[in-house]
């Protein structure tokens, strides 16, 4: 099976731009988090979606947007893009009780 | 509020030797808590998991956790160390039934 794939690997965008990342979970997996990841930290909450629900948020401003789809598969939008954007993007499926599987990440550059 | 601590920023052990890396966490009443690897440029693998049950969880590559609820801790062990487990390492807790906190994280070098 495969696991959860994240789409473009890397990109470079420049400030002011919008980026859309794409994931597709574990097939079966309902549930899709997103994650960013600065460099030298933890990764930090960003959205949850179930059933194509959002189930949560974490604090990151409006320009931040999510929306799943009806086969589970997500996209991340992020408007108006900073240089403090610059960020490993990570997302996770899960099916209750089997944790959290990530992806490889899509590492954003704003220039 | 920071849920997960991670107090070693960096460990250097030797090949061959023991390796404990320590996680506390601060939140809720039946905790879920995972070790994250990962490895430069890469996304995360699951080492192991805690939900419930026996607090000594066994996980992949030869990696142990033991859950102390009286300490509210949750660290990471392993025996013997080889080049390969150099990485970062993440301690994560469930909160709010849907997302995970982390910790900062703990660089792990393997000198030979």
């Known amino acids: 099976d495969a696991g959860v794939t994240q789409s473009p690997t890397h990109l470079i965008k420049t400030r002011g731009q919008h980026v859309t990342l794409r994931c597709s979970p574990i097939?079966?997996?309902?549930?899709v988090s997103w994650y960013q990841q600065v460099l030298g930290q933890g990764p930090q909450f960003i959205f949850q979606?179930?059933?194509?629900?959002?189930?949560g948020r974490g604090n990151f401003p409006d320009r931040f947007s999510a929306r799943q789809f009806p086969n589970y598969s997500s996209e991340l939008n992020v408007n108006a893009l900073l240089l403090g954007d610059s960020a490993l993007y990570l997302c996770?499926?899960?099916?209750?009780?089997?944790?959290?599987?990530f992806g490889s990440g899509t590492r954003l550059t704003v220039v | 509020a920071q849920s997960v601590t991670q107090p070693d920023i960096h460990i250097t052990v030797s090949e061959g030797a023991s390796l404990e890396l320590r996680c506390n966490y601060s939140?809720?009443?039946?905790?879920?808590l995972f070790w994250y690897v990962q490895s430069p440029g890469q996304g995360l693998q699951l080492l192991l998991k805690?939900?419930?049950?026996?607090?000594l969880v066994q996980g992949i590559k030869g990696f142990e956790a033991e859950f102390k609820r009286s300490q509210s801790s949750f660290n990471l062990r392993k025996p013997s160390v080889h080049w390969s487990d150099a990485a970062e390492y993440f301690c994560?807790?469930?909160?709010?039934?849907?997302?995970?906190?982390f910790g900062a994280g703990t660089t792990v070098t393997v000198r030979a």
């Open positions: 097939s079966g997996h309902k549930s």
């Open positions: 805690y939900f419930s049950g026996d607090t």
């Open positions: 939140y809720g009443a039946t905790p879920y």
């Open positions: 979606y179930y059933e194509k629900e959002e189930r």
């Open positions: 994560a807790h469930a909160v709010d039934d849907y997302k995970l906190s």
């Open positions: 996770a499926s899960t099916f209750t009780g089997t944790g959290y599987t």
